[in-house]
């Protein structure tokens, strides 16, 4: 796969844009921002148009999805889009049983547990990412030279909740199976990384500037499990992409003792949670690569003049790494006050580029 | 206070067993080994007994908490008990209205969340403690030479749940509390740290050979708020029995990063969770005391030999610390089955304690 000449990426719309620019380690334009879940429940736009409608049906209406995508770049002025899904809907499309619980998250009609129940998973047609690519297709039309940020779910995180059957606080039944059952779980994840990697390219085809892989769970992980059972499947999931040169990000909460690891399955870009200040997060990583984040959602509801002096800590301690696009260290709370991003964004464009105020 | 020559240390019922030995850093006779929430629904006897019997209520049932806590060393061999507590019980004995709601955990009357709010909070009366020391009494009459472990929650774990009114995932509310409002978080974990340390000191008396702080959510917080925010309180509340001289212990799980300042609060033994390996853990607190864990709980459903392969990495990689007492890297699942655990302490106190089997 390659590129068409008319992709965002290659007809120039979104190549010197400030987050491409940034997650190439090149000097950006202005500070480029953009927040995890920043389409979603903060929004009452989002919340108007979902009235009636469920989760992932919503997924899958293209023009719904688009919208949804495009509404926080409308009315924050932020440097991307990130393409409004739901971490199961490459599961949805390939065919297995799952549904968003209210209050609970998502919940599968059969967990899956046994070799035979890997053996049994479905195959995701290319054809049943149609509405992934229109939706896709339809946001970068009306981005212009916005870039949109692919995104999927991580093959271990996709496994946890095909093997718990729903959210878990401790993931215990996919790490049991890393080890009882290694071969098991092997096959597992690589069913995961294949429809993942799936989802990622339809994303990129359609016209995605960027990829992120979000492994939401992996922070449950020692480093040598994920080293051993996780890792292989994150790089195979990314496979699907790489060939095509956009920039590749890699985020997970909790991530801290892994951070290197998830470098090297092979990303342009580490996002950070909010946990690690990025000075250290780039100490680890060995200034290698640009980082995203870390501004702590906690702080969304302080006083403005707290959490504008977070974000100037965060932004000088992000000086040193070799690009840096500022994010929170984890999604944006459903409660937050969407007027407080809109002014975190001004704020943070306002920030001179090349160091200090 | 100091403890009464008929305490189980002073009286030399648990001076020389081989948790408290382990836990000063002397070589125990046989290698020490408990498991967090050994006591309670993995268990059949622990199912029997609480028929019909809310959470709460049997924790404050001395006779009751007193058996829950005797069952698994009688059916384990494990060298400790753990006192059979609820990590709200200090706060529901000072009036606060809080109970353990089915499938969610612990949830309050009205959360805690403005600075009146905190102002209004009840004081926790010394003699609504007697039922604890009651159970304690009778716990540590039968024991003998087992020594109890006491335990309390930790005032930022306290705090949290006052807060957020009931369990969460990211802590947000107490996390926002600590910038937005710093005097109010203050005066909420003092008060939280106050009772935190009252329920740890009634144990004690009784006739607790230990006192384990468990942190549970510790691990959402980035080290400086940690360090600023929570450390202090902490250390309050294991003021409240340091001068009685027996070992404290302190744990919380997704620790990794904040295991120094955890020490750093005056503790004897830091609990490590089972993501970080035992001998990293040493190296980051410089070798400067005992560790307790780490086997992961996620093995504890792997074939035998699995997991006896894991147990003994554990233990290899615990060699290195000034002490080491197995325990889980967390607790345990109500779905193992207990005679993995039996095997496992039979295991392990085979393995020959000065190094290798």
Redesign the interface.
């Known amino acids: 796969m390659t590129l068409s000449a008319s992709h965002p990426l290659m007809d120039g719309r979104t190549a010197d844009s400030p987050l491409i620019s940034a997650y190439r380690g090149q000097t950006p334009s202005r500070r480029p921002v953009w927040f995890m879940r920043q389409a979603g429940r903060s929004l009452p736009e989002y919340r108007r148009v979902r009235e009636g409608i469920g989760m992932l049906e919503s997924c899958l209406q293209p023009e719904l999805a688009a919208e949804i995508t495009l509404q926080p770049v409308r009315r924050h002025d932020v440097d991307a889009a990130i393409f409004f899904s739901d971490i199961v809907i490459p599961l949805k499309l390939a065919g297995v049983g799952v549904d968003i619980v209210s209050g609970v998250g998502p919940v599968l009609d059969r967990p899956v547990r046994t070799a035979a129940d890997v053996a049994a998973l479905p195959t995701l047609e290319d054809a049943a990412l149609d509405p992934i690519r229109e939706a896709v297709a339809r946001t970068v039309d009306e981005l212009g030279h916005t870039p949109l940020i692919g995104f999927a779910g991580a093959p271990f995180t996709l496994a946890a909740y095909m093997v718990e059957g729903r959210p878990s606080?401790?993931?215990?039944g996919p790490?049991?199976m890393?080890?009882?059952a290694p071969e098991t779980w092997a096959a597992l994840a690589n069913w995961a990384a294949e429809v993942s990697g799936q989802f990622l390219r339809a994303q990129v085809e359609a016209g995605a500037s960027a990829a992120q892989l979000f492994d939401s769970w992996a922070?449950?992980?020692?480093?040598?499990d994920y080293e051993r059972h996780v890792a292989p499947a994150s790089a195979r999931a990314l496979d699907a992409v790489r060939d095509t040169g956009v920039p590749l990000v890699h985020f997970g909460t909790?991530t801290?003792?892994i951070l290197q690891p998830m470098r090297d399955v092979g990303v342009d870009v580490v996002g950070v949670d909010?946990?690690?200040?990025l000075d250290e997060a780039n100490r680890r990583l060995g200034g290698t690569v640009p980082l995203q984040g870390n501004i702590?959602?906690?702080?969304l509801?302080?006083?403005w003049e707290?959490l504008e002096a977070?974000v100037r800590e965060v932004i000088a301690a992000g000086e040193a790494a070799p690009g840096h696009v500022l994010n929170l260290g984890?999604g944006v709370?459903p409660t937050t006050d969407p007027e407080v991003l809109t002014r975190l964004v001004s704020l943070i464009h306002s920030i001179d580029v090349t160091g200090g105020q």
């Open positions: 606080r401790d993931h215990l790490r049991t890393m080890h009882a922070g449950s992980l020692g480093r040598a909790g801290s003792e909010y946990r690690l200040p702590d959602p906690a702080l509801d302080a006083p707290v977070h984890h709370p």
